[in-house]
């Protein structure tokens, strides 16, 4: 059975770094795109960076620039790099793993970020 395990969530204060990590337990782990996306209370989970089985990455515009999305195939994990972080950066962070389609997609169960001073 396909599971994510995210790590990394905690308090940073404005303008601070946290790295999130993604384990897979998944045996073709390079044949998946991968996801962050984020929930804030009262709001929609949103996509906020994604890469591809071949390297290629998309960022939500509110997050280009200060966020980096890698992945490690060797290790079956993908991360998050978030940098200058912003106090409505602040959610719940999922990992997704998406293959084929229509697409079978596995979350993973989230961690806390908050960004407050």
Known sequence: QVQLVESG????QP???L??????SISTFEAYAMGWYRQAPGKQRELVARIIS????MYAGSVEGRFTV?????K????LQMDSLKPED?????CRAELGGPPY???GQGTQVTVSS
């Open 70 to 74: 890698s992945r490690d195939n060797a």
């Open 15 to 17: 303008g601070g770094s």
């Open 54 to 57: 071949g390297g290629s990455t």
């Open 90 to 94: 602040t959610a719940v962070y999922y």
């Open 19 to 24: 790295r999130l990590s993604c384990a897979a």
């Open 105 to 107: 997609l596995v979350w």
């Open 9 to 12: 969530g905690g308090l940073v």
């Open 76 to 79: 079956n994990t993908v991360y």
